[in-house]
């Protein structure tokens, strides 16, 4: 996070960053309508930018660039600005400037991920000094994914996803992210999954969290599970065809392993190294006709918020 001073008022300027779903099983559904789950997520190096600039008139205006980029009203930003001024009585306003790369309905996350930092900006540029406790709970009003992008790095999530417990990763870890055209309704998707997913898949969550803290690359590349995958492929035969392309394009390239992100429909590989990751997601996009990022894993909220 950066802080600039000027005639328009003070201003602060935030990197969001993507996620990846590592592991995702879905245990049940709840009574208020949500899904239990449990997952392994993953901070990865792409972001969207954002900066926060001061008004004096208590309005919230949202300026964007980007695909896809959600209505001012419908977009999460905003409504975690409106939340914080309601239920803190704050009069205090914002001018919220959004630059998207993270592409929206692909399950990366980059909606949770700016309303994270606009809760932390806003925590800092209208001085309200909130504990993470208490931005948890703003959190935990506005989206499954957001409590998970207070914490970054690597986490095991819990509840609806709210319940966050950061876990050890040893050193970097490098994934090549997969963009099919057609988005996925996460609401969709999660409405056709099986009731009970636990266990079973061909994944496990014991597997992922070890190789985190041990730095096994090949191991974290055989722990790998989603268990929207199959409800992804009958919702977008589109994002079927991808992976079916997958299994043929992804071993030479020397990838450790493959998974759906979140509810799709996005793609992720594991690769050993940067290099290889590189080389990968050219190959990828030249063959597969869609866009291919090289990213890595980040730490925590330090490496974007500060």
Known sequence: MSRDEGGRGETLRVRAPAKI??????????RDGYHEIRTVMQAVSLYDELGFTLRADGEVALRGSGPDLPPAEDNLVVRAAR???????CRRGVEIRLSK???????????SSDCAATLRALNELWRLALGLKELEGLAAQLGSDVPFFLHGGSALCEGR????RPLPARG?????LLVPPDPISSREAYEAAPA???GGQGGSITAVQLALATGDVRRLGEGLHNALQA???????????????????????GCRGHCLTGSGSGFFGVFDGGGE?????????RELDVPALAVESVRGIEQYFC
């Open 83 to 89: 939340l914080v001024q309601r239920k803190l009585g």
């Open 196 to 198: 009970l997913t636990r």
């Open 21 to 30: 779903n590592l592991f995702l099983e879905v245990l049940a559904r709840r």
């Open 172 to 176: 970097k870890f490098h994934y090549v």
């Open 231 to 253: 409800p992804a492929f009958r919702l977008s035969p589109d994002t079927r065809r991808i992976a079916d392309m997958l299994e043929d394009a992804l071993p030479p390239t």
């Open 161 to 164: 996803g709210e319940r966050v």
């Open 277 to 285: 990751a590189r080389e990968a997601a050219l190959k990828l996009e």
């Open 101 to 111: 790369s993270i592409p929206v309905g692909r399950g990366f996350g980059g909606g």
